[in-house]
């Protein structure tokens, strides 16, 4: 048999699995539409019909990566799965996403990690904006940042959510590589544009490469580029989708000092999110003004030996010098052992508010 011989045959085979993938797509996508028929079928009247489940989606995320074989990774394989799932949820019920904009930041990115294509992104101008929208109703999630790897914690989202009832149903991580773009050829750079969290994430690459250039702060990377397409003597600190919205040059990839930076993001609705097995909670506590406070909030999770992944604090809105804590912890409040921990606090915390249990990131 000849290469060409070889070749084609491969290729008929190729051809022929196409068909039998396509075809078993469409049959899920069928399962799709029925399971919303199902649902509104046994909807009581008045009743909100909830076609997105996080937990369920999680699940089958997992489920891909634990069965798969290869050669294809795990996690390559759990994106291909995402973006099925997408597709086949937009015939149930085309998701309305507001995430902090303009088009092109890295919040877009992780919104379209975690939902898929298929959704309908809103660009909004601030994470504020994100939150009332989704109260509103105006979009189903919202999608916002909350802490970085090397800047540490978004304080406007941890702020959002003193006045919110919005739930956090999700989180992403998404690696961050920051890229310095341009008009030109960057050899007449006075003015650098960027948020204020990607100027410190590259804050000794610019020492070193741009002492000189003014570094000015704006809402997010994508309208730093914005600027920068309209100023011939200025560069943006962005993601790569940026230099492609708004035609620039792209003059240094990957200035971030750390190379392992990431951003992790939450998605936020107005529903609670049922126990997917693998899952994370966060909840807002005020301790009360006396000694030994912080430990009497803490000691419950050591005596139940539940592991803390983060604890943040903010001023509280009770009074000067009084501070509300922000503790992210393993397990979903329908766990027995959270489930005591969590009336403990509530013993001895002089506020407390939960703010969401949902599946851990999956990708």
């Known amino acids: 048999m000849t290469e060409a011989q070889e070749l084609e045959k491969l290729r008929q085979s190729i051809d022929s699995i196409d068909r039998q993938i396509q075809e078993l797509i469409n049959q899920r996508a069928r399962c799709a539409q029925q399971v919303a028929e199902v649902k509104e079928k046994y909807a009581q009247p008045g009743e909100q019909v909830l076609f997105y489940r996080p937990e369920r989606e ?3 995320l997992r489920n891909v990566m634990a069965r798969n074989e290869g050669p294809i990774t795990g996690e390559g394989m759990a994106r291909l799965f995402r973006e099925i799932m997408s597709q086949c949820l937009a015939l149930e019920e085309p998701l309305q996403v507001a995430f902090l904009g303009p088009e092109g930041t890295f919040t877009q990115q992780a919104a379209v990690k975690h939902f898929g294509h298929a959704v309908n992104c809103q660009s909004k101008v601030s994470i504020a904006d994100v939150f009332r929208d989704v109260e509103s109703g105006s979009a189903n999630f919202g999608v916002v940042p909350v802490e970085n790897s090397t800047e540490g914690v978004v304080t406007h989202t941890l702020d959002s959510f003193f006045d919110s009832n919005l739930s956090i149903c999700g989180e992403v991580t998404l690696r961050i590589h920051h890229n310095l773009m341009s008009q030109g050829d960057g050899s007449n750079i006075k003015r650098i544009y960027s948020h204020s969290q990607s100027l410190g994430q590259c804050r000794q690459w610019l020492d070193q490469h741009y002492p000189n250039a ?4 704006l809402n997010s990377n ?5 600027k920068a397409s309209q100023d011939p003597e200025s560069a943006a600190i962005a993601g790569e989708v940026a230099s492609e919205l708004y035609k620039l040059n792209l003059l240094h990839a990957n200035i971030e000092d750390r190379p392992d930076n990431t951003t992790r993001f939450l998605i936020v609705g107005p529903n609670p999110t049922l126990s997917s097995g693998e899952d994370k909670t966060s909840i807002m506590v005020s301790s009360r003004n006396q000694p030994g406070a912080l430990y009497q909030v803490l000691e419950p ?14 001023p509280a809105r009770s009074g000067t010098w009084n501070y509300a804590f922000f503790i992210d912890f393993e397990g979903h409040r329908d766990d027995a052992s959270i489930k005591t921990v969590l009336e403990q606090l509530q013993g001895v915390a002089a506020d407390y508010k939960w703010l969401g249990s949902y599946p851990k990131a999956v990708l």
Not at 214 to 217: D, H, L, N, Q, Y
Not at 222 to 226: R, W, Y
Not at 301 to 312: C, D, V, W
Request: net charge neutral; aromatic share 4%.
């Open 58 to 60: 999680a699940q089958v």
């Open 214 to 217: 003014e570094r000015i702060a």
């Open 222 to 226: 994508a309208e730093a580029a914005l």
């Open 301 to 314: 999770f050591h005596s139940a030996g539940i592991s803390l992944t983060r604890i943040e604090t903010r």
